[in-house]
């Protein structure tokens, strides 16, 4: 199934659009998008449907730090914000769709669905280099057919790496931009 977050702050918002899509998806929420962040460096998420006006960190602010990480996830705003100019700044932020509330949530979910089939995440999530296949889905790491344990950190360490073939991280700059807030106490070599 796949994972949607769901970024709103306001409460009743945020509750209603996580109730109607959890008949059709895995869905995580978040108040904001500093807290989304979190969200998004600690588990793999299919879609972003996120709120622009929200305190501290906006709409416009987490699709900015989204595409700059090189994450490609697909990012639909469902806002109030309607004007031509609000919808422009959107798409040139690299959003895949956009929606002005109120909403029907049959046409989002349906929204949802296209835009998993083109991205073509919605069988499938497992990455494939070699012999290694990484499903980020049944969560196990396969090497020429034989299974391979691995901690839930080297698991999804692994798995975002492998998301990410042309980037070359510091040790820094990956578990800032990928993985946790800080890097792990123990060093990686």
């Known amino acids: 199934m796949s994972t949607v977050l769901v970024v709103e702050d306001d409460y009743s918002t945020r509750l209603l659009t996580v109730a109607n899509l959890h008949r059709d998806f895995d869905v995580v929420s978040a108040e904001d998008g500093k807290s989304a962040l979190d969200v998004i460096y600690s588990r793999h998420i299919d879609v972003i449907v996120s709120d622009i006006m929200m305190p501290g960190m906006d709409g416009y602010q987490l699709a900015r730090e989204v595409r ?37 949530y049959s046409e ?34 396969t090497y020429n057919g034989r299974n391979i344990e691995l901690t839930h ?26 993985g946790a807030r800080t890097a792990p106490a123990a060093t990686i070599r």
């Open 153 to 178: 950190k080297e698991f999804d360490l692994l798995f975002k790496l492998l998301s990410y073939p042309n980037m070359i991280f510091t040790k820094t700059s990956f578990w800032t931009k990928y």
């Open 108 to 141: 989002l979910i349906w929204r949802i669905r296209a835009i998993l089939r083109r991205a073509q995440i919605a069988d499938s999530r497992a990455i494939t280099v070699g012999g290694l296949r990484v499903d980020s889905a049944a969560y196990t790491v």
């Open 68 to 104: 700059s990480s090189g994450n490609n996830v697909p990012f639909i705003f469902l806002t109030a914000k309607a004007s031509p100019q609000d919808k422009a700044q959107g798409f040139e932020l690299g959003i895949d769709d956009y929606m002005v509330k109120p909403i029907d």
